[in-house]
């Protein structure tokens, strides 16, 4: 993994829809470094262009070269980084689809009514894609789950829980080795110096109902 992490910067890596084929991502490869031109005075040669298709899952992933690099130690390097972004990006997209799932449920437990929607994210990283979002709603109150983001600080997920239309009331839930946390000012928490500071805790249907309450009385 540092390996890779390291080798990356290397190069400028693109990463596409394949088009007209499902569940296939097409990684392009640029070297940072310009060629030197042959002759003094000329133009620096473009830098050449890899490009390959992925599809599969994780270590069963296919590839298939569109232009390959002349070396094989080349060709494995960037295969290695293709895979671990490949890995990343349907971990990621499955990982926020089975925390709408149990949201809904919750939410439906609850009383509201829910509406599952994608969302467009724009990734340079992982590439352009759509993750799942969750609209809840309870009488005249909406409240929308929205994934923002694969990488967070000390996080390997972002996803946003607040009232609708605005960013009225807002918590913040952070997937951890262990699971997903949720960020909120709860009305149980200690205020220091005037001021009601957030925590984290582990999200579960208690709290999240706990949540949901509070945003609703925010917005009555």
Request: charged share 30%; aromatic share 8%.
């Amino acid at each position: 993994m540092n390996e890779q992490k390291t080798a990356q910067p290397r190069y400028m890596v693109g990463v596409y829809d394949e088009p007209g084929a499902i569940d296939v991502l097409r990684f392009t490869f640029v070297p940072k470094r310009l060629q030197r031109a042959r002759t003094p005075g000329a133009s620096p040669n473009p830098p050449p262009e890899y490009i390959v298709a992925v599809r599969g899952d994780g270590d069963e992933a296919a590839f298939e070269w569109v232009k390959s690099p002349p070396k094989e130690s080349t060709k494995a390097e960037l295969e290695e980084i293709a895979r671990e972004r490949f890995v990343e990006r349907a971990g990621w997209i499955q990982r926020v689809s089975d925390l709408v799932k149990s949201v809904q449920s919750w939410a439906k437990e609850f009383g509201w009514s829910t509406k599952r929607i994608d969302k467009k994210i724009e990734d340079a990283r992982l590439g352009n894609h759509k993750a799942a979002a969750l609209v809840m709603q309870d009488d005249i109150v909406r409240v929308l789950l929205e994934p923002i983001s694969a990488t967070a600080p000390g996080s390997d997920g972002l996803v946003d829980l607040y009232l609708m239309p605005g960013y009225d009331d807002i918590a913040s839930l952070y997937h951890r080795e262990d699971g997903w946390h949720v960020h909120y000012v709860f009305p149980t928490h200690e205020v220091v110096a005037g001021i009601q500071t957030g925590e984290s805790r582990p999200l579960s249907k208690k709290t999240f109902g706990v949540i949901l309450g509070e945003m609703k009385k925010h917005a009555e």
